[in-house]
Each structure stands twice: as structure tokens, then as C-alpha cells.
């Protein structure tokens, strides 16, 4: 790209508006603004020109404050409550200390446009300059309402360093690492736990890049508030109807939402299984001890369980395991006394249980010895005791509604 050829022809720089529409209100909530050129008939975007390390700062914050000039601009005609996305790299927002950007946005600011509504898009990726500058500049625009918004999960390894330092108003999560499937696996539960992560720190997660309805779909399962992309508009020239797609986005939800509850209800209907076949085997074998209790309970569920252990309220292991392994089922002694008190929601299920008097079906969560996807069914025995069962990937697999 010709950086001078773009320099002397400024009146052909312009900005693109790519919509992003909200899942509570299901329309659009914020734009977010491209760069883009025209030469020769077609619209190129200058996204190119300001990732090229060769162009000097200063041309690349001229042809900056053009584009973010045209698109507050155009921006003061749109509804007060919609918000505009502003990419900036640190280069760019570290130039001239950050002072220039600002005072752009303050004369705006004096022609009607809350600074409340404006969101910084950062990438600090390769930023060679001082991090704690960049970030104190971010504290400083924060005090005007501006809003921060940091992108890309993608071969960032210091983005979750980067959250915890910038406590964003907003986590923008890139799908297009959803498309391999090579990562898929990791990827949802990498995207999981930053969905957690975002509601503990009172983030909203926007998603971006959604280009098939699968996409869709994952981003409202995951916590995504915010959503982007083709699938549901192609960035334009010009601001769309804010209620374009409420319709489309309604019925998508209709049917996000059966899916959902179907496998919410298969997984409350198997719970139910396994408290009612569970109860019943211990009630008759009241009175025996932990082996007999295994026995009968591999009798009547041998293929659906593969490890079976008794805790106490304090997750100290009070049996041995009995495990099925390839060669069918064998005792693993040296469990005993081990302590199970750490593991995530332990504590929380044995107070549920002993109050609620009833078994617990856990969440799919990978098996530290086996490496396999399961689940575990916990039950009361009695006061003291309290049953584990784990549930193997085949039969989720065969259940496919519990996977
Ligand atoms: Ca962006």
C-alpha cells in the first residue's frame, strides 16, 4: 500500500461502520469504525496501512484523525444511546502523549457527543514503548467516561495479564479461532473461563467476527452480550435501521433457547435416574459395608459407572476406589485418605447435599487420570458419608444430550 499515494489523496479516505448488536434489546447498540480508501473504483480497507512498521507515526495519526473526524462527524446524527468503537493500537494512542486524540474528542464532546459513549478497541501487541505510560494514559481517559475495550484472544499470551491490569469495560473475543476444530475443545473452555472471569470483574463480552449461525449460537451460550460480524452485518458506508435484525435475532434465540433447555432437561432427567437406581440400591444395602455397597451398585449399573469411592463432609477418602478398567473391575487401595476438599465445588455439593438430602449430577469437566470428558454423580449416604460416582465418556457419548 502506497502510503504517500494515500496522503495526497485524503478526500478518498472515509470510515466504514460496522454494526454490533446487543442480545438483551437485539438491535444495534454500537458501531464500530474502519478505515477504509477508495482507489481505482473499489473501497480497500486501511487496515494494512496502519499495521505497516514502515509508515511513519505522524502519517498514520493524520490519516487517523481524518477517519475518527469523519466518523464522529456522521456519529452526531445517531441515537444518544448508541456507543462508537474506536480501533487504536498503542502507537497510535501514545502519539504526541495522547493529547491531540483527545482534544479531538473534546471538541466533539462540545458539539453533543458524550465522551461516555466512545470505546477505545486496544491492541498492545509488540508495543516496544514504556506499558505503564500506555496504561496510565487509559486511566487518564477513563476519567472522561471514556470506555476501554481490549481484542483478540488469539496467540496473545499476556491477554489474560492484560485484563487483570486494564479491568476493561468490555472483552472483545475473536471467533475466527472457533472455525478449527483442532482447537475447538480448548477454545470453549478457554472462552468458558473467560466468561466467568468477565462477570467477576464486571465486563461485558463482545464477540466478534461471527460469520455463521454455530457462531451465533456459541457467543450467546458463552456470556456474549455484544455480537459482530458478516452473519449478521457486513461493515458499510452508511449507519443501518437500528431494528434490522430484531426479528432474525429473536427467532435465533428461540431456538438457542429450545436447544438448551432440552439438554438442561436431559441432564435434570438423568440426574433423577441416578437418584432414584442410587437410593434405592443403598437403602437395601444399609447395613453393609462399602464393598457390598460397590458390588451391588456395579451389578445394576456396570457399564454406565467406572469409578466408585466413598469421602466424608471433609472430602477425606473413607474407601478404597473400585475402578473398571480395561480388564474389568479392580480395588485401588492407596486411595484411601486422600483429600478431595480442594477440587472445585466440593464443599459447595457436600452442604447442598446434606441439606438438600439428594444427589448432585456435575458439570462435564475432564478426568485428571483418564483425560476423558465425564461426569460425577454425588450422593448422601447418610450423616457422614458421601457417594461418588463417576460417569464415563461413553455413555455421555451415547446420551449425546449430556455432552
Ligand atoms: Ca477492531
Redesign the pocket.
Known sequence: MDALEILSDLENVFPYFQPIFSADEQRVIAY?V?GRYKTEGTVISLGPFFQDDQIPDEYKFEVDLLLVNKALEKALGLEEDIFI?L?RNAELLMYGHGEPFLQELLAYEKKGLSLRRIVL?ISARNYSGDLNQFDHLLQYYRTYGIKIAI?SIDSDSHYFERIGQLEPDIL?INLQALKSTATGVNFNDVLFTLSLLARKIGATLLF?NIEMSYQLQFAWKNGGRYYQGFYLHPPTAEFIQRDLLKHRLQEKFHDFIAYEKRKLEAVYTTAEYFQNSVQEIVIKNKSAGYHDLFQALIKKMDQIVFRIYVCDEDGFQKSANIFRGKDGWSIQSDYIQKNWSWRPYFLENIIKMRHEQKGILSDLYCDIETGETIRTFSFPINGEDYLFIDIPYQYLFEHDQLL
Open positions: 464500530e474502519l468503537f480501533n478497541e481484542a472483545k466478534e
